[in-house]
């Protein structure tokens, strides 16, 4: 017997089996806080610090007990059931916490993503020369394939729970390509919980792109188990020309090719960005003489190239000025990315500093597993670089003002990956691992919530949209004042819905944009006010005003009015 044998103290099997208890205890005692600090939030009471000011102290307590339930779990005794459980049920608490406590769906774009697949579902083909969207029309062939055969009339039934379903099979996505590059140990457990944790850039509702980052995931998790070799941890660049054949037989390799190969062509019909970015990444894998079939990364460009010349014609014709226009203007993605971003009143800024702290801290702890791997012997490259090919992105495109956004999301699987690498190698201090992971899972949740006072809608705003699309007629408009309401869900094509701010800028411009945009219906509603207010400083109750003045001046009348939402219609004559 040696002397370390006679210091370890024995464990005796009561002491085993409680230890092996307290993970159940604690997950119990999650639900129950969340449980029981769970109430419906009326987004119409909301600020600029979004949902935070109304969620309970209980509640939030539940978040803490999780980390802590997985944490014991996976320092003591590992148990895949337990895990999957906890992770499920962190799921649910992080991603399902506004589909649970708030009337409708949230987000304008979900509703209007709706608004497409019920015209597909309806006409059996795209509205042509109407959006750019209907050129990558895939996603909503998709949902409308799904509202048909479920037997639902309307496809916005579908939008309130796709953040749990998008972010659970994300989650799943990311611990599969951890397990394929380190294994099925703590560190793939820990790099899917920073992604859970860390994931606060809401691309997981019901769109194009949280569809294809799905699939994306998963082109990813087939090529890193099967086609992959040596493994993006081993020492340097193997040879571009002869890269090394996977660990597997030839039926594996090309079953693996296949399915990679399809899952391309499901991204291609269906996203502008995600295809070329999964090219992207398989080139940076052919660098690094990591990539066994040489040709995928040529046959997954050529496939949403081939898509963009021959079946999105209508978006490119005539607009290739607007396409090439931006390409290496990094200043412009910098702008509309980060410098447009930062407006609004101080809680608006709080959230966006939130955001950008999350951001930071996981980017600072991929760069600790780094130097963990380099203290360890392994000085590759591989995961840094295909982290960073991401960014790459940022230079071709602002895309709205959201480049940076879709880049971090790109980056967070490898990014998780490096930072369950280094958590992992404090395996003695598991402290460290539940305070970072708890620390920054209240934070998502905050941040996340934070603009829900703008795009989270009541059902007095779907009511009153309804009704707008009762009375009006073919060939009228619809409208609001800012972008902000559930609208373009039904009649798309049929009667023009816009926003007055699309071509005039609403402050402090209010009812000269109003008259410019010669709406026959418009709707307002609270949302709209807050918008106003968190971004410009608009006194609380602007809508309200606006709404009263546009009735004084006999230019419209008021039709329909429920809980803060009502609906204005023109009067003939007035224009």
């Keep these: 017997m040696t002397l370390s044998t006679m210091e370890r103290p024995v464990e005796t099997e009561g002491t085993k089996a409680a230890r092996d208890w307290w993970p159940w205890v604690l997950t119990g005692a999650a639900v129950l ?79 209007l993503h709706s608004g497409f697949a019920n015209y597909i579902e309806a006409h059996g083909d795209v509205l042509h020369n109407f959006d750019t969207r209907f050129s ?69 509702y019901a769109s194009p792109q949280g569809t294809t980052y799905i699939l994306l995931l998963a082109a990813l998790a087939i090529t ?31 079953r693996a090719e296949g399915l990679v190969v399809l ?12 295809p070329y970015l999964l090219g992207g990444l398989l080139i940076v894998l052919t660098l690094w003489g990591r990539l066994w079939p040489r040709w995928l990364p040529v046959v997954v460009l050529a496939l949403a190239v081939g898509w963009f010349v021959l079946a999105a014609r209508e978006f490119w014709i005539g607009q290739l000025s607007v396409i090439t226009g931006s390409l290496g203007d990094l200043n412009s993605s910098v702008s509309q990315g980060i410098g447009q971003r930062f407006v609004g009143n101080p809680g608006r800024q709080t959230i966006l ?26 000085r590759s490259l591989v995961l840094p670089a295909l982290a960073l090919a991401s960014f790459g992105l940022a230079v071709l495109q602002p895309y709205g003002g959201e480049i940076f956004i879709r880049c971090y999301l790109f980056a967070l699987p490898f990014f998780a990956v490096l930072g369950g690498i280094a958590l992992n190698a404090l395996t003695t201090r598991s402290y460290v691992t539940g305070i970072a992971l708890a620390a920054t899972i209240l934070a998502t949740v905050t941040v996340r919530g934070g603009n829900d006072a703008y795009v989270a809608f009541t059902k007095a705003d779907t009511d009153i949209v309804q009704r707008a699309y009762d009375l009006a007629k073919n060939g009228q408009s619809i409208g609001t004042v800012v972008s902000y309401a559930p609208l373009e869900w039904q009649r798309v094509g049929d009667v023009r819905q816009v926003s007055a701010e699309d071509s005039c800028p609403v402050f402090p411009n209010t009812e000269s944009c109003i008259a410019k945009a010669n709406l026959d219906y418009l709707v307002i509603n609270q949302a709209q006010d807050a918008y106003g207010t968190v971004y410009f400083g608009a006194p609380k109750g602007w809508t309200t005003k606006l709404a009263d003045q546009l009735v004084s001046d006999g230019r419209y009348e008021r039709v329909a009015q429920e809980d803060g939402s009502q609906l204005l219609v023109r009067k003939e004559g007035k224009r």
């Design 136 to 204: 990558w029309p895939g996603f909503f062939a998709l949902l409308a394939f799904l509202t048909e055969a479920s037997g639902m009339h309307d496809t916005s039934a579908l939008l309130n729970w796709a953040p749990v379903l998008l972010s659970g099979l994300a989650v799943l996505g990311v611990r599969a390509i951890a397990v394929a590059i380190v294994g099925p140990g703590r560190t793939s457990w820990i790099a899917a919980w920073i992604f859970l944790v860390a994931n606060w850039t809401e691309q997981d």
């Design 33 to 111: 806080c969340w449980v029981l600090g769970f109430r419906e939030i009326d987004p119409t009471k909301l600020g600029s610090l979004g949902i935070l000011p109304s969620l309970s102290p209980v509640l939030l307590a539940a978040y803490p007990l999780l980390v802590a339930a997985f944490v014991l779990e996976l320092t003591n005794s590992r148990r895949t059931v337990v895990l999957t459980v906890i992770t499920v049920i962190a799921v649910f608490a992080v991603y399902g916490l506004q589909p649970a406590a708030e009337p409708a769906a949230r987000l304008p774009v979900a509703w």
């Design 353 to 378: 500093l939130t955001r950008m702290g999350i951001t930071g801290a996981v980017a600072l702890l991929a760069a600790a597993g780094v130097l963990v791997l380099r203290r360890k012997g392994s």
């Design 224 to 254: 890193f188990q099967h086609l992959v070799a040596p493994s993006p941890l081993a020492t340097g660049r193997a040879d571009i020309t002869r890269p090394p054949a996977p660990n597997n037989t030839a039926g594996d390799r090309l």
């Design 263 to 274: 899952l391309a062509m499901a991204l291609a019909p269906t996203h502008q960005l995600t």
